[in-house]
């Protein structure tokens, strides 16, 4: 699987973004996807999953700010943020893992190559 992570940028508090994560190579529907950030100095954190069945989890910071969806017809992944905080500022990661989805970042097996948000306070 191909990942290819997109739509990072700079906006400022309480401002929106919207990020993309189109996969390629093997069957979409089969796997479960995940989006991890990474402050810097921080380690890799879980945001969120979507199972193959749609269904989502999120961190606990999280709070009902983001949403994760998929497009099976576009074999493509998304992440909408609201309400940023500066603490949010962070390299996006999503990432792939067969069947069954999971919090913990060692699960998956296939990465994007991240994409940088930046919440300016």
């Known amino acids: 699987v191909q990942l290819q992570a997109s739509g990072g940028g700079l906006v400022q508090a309480g401002g929106s973004l919207r990020l993309s994560c189109a996969s390629s190579?093997?069957?979409?529907?089969?796997?479960?996807m995940a989006w991890f950030r990474q402050a810097p100095g921080k380690e890799r954190e879980f945001v969120g999953y979507?199972?193959?069945?749609?269904?989502?989890v999120y961190a606990g910071f999280v709070k009902g700010r983001f949403t994760i969806s998929r497009d099976v017809d576009k074999d493509t992944v998304y992440l909408q943020m609201n309400s940023l905080k500066f603490e949010d500022t962070a390299i996006y990661y999503c990432?792939?893992?067969?069947?069954?989805?999971?919090?913990?970042?060692?699960?998956?097996?296939?990465w994007g190559q991240g994409t940088l948000v930046t919440v300016s306070s």
């Open positions: 979507i199972g193959r069945d749609g269904s989502a």
């Open positions: 990432a792939a893992k067969f069947l069954v989805p999971a919090t913990e970042w060692g699960d998956y097996h296939y």
């Open positions: 190579g093997r069957t979409f529907s089969r796997y479960a």
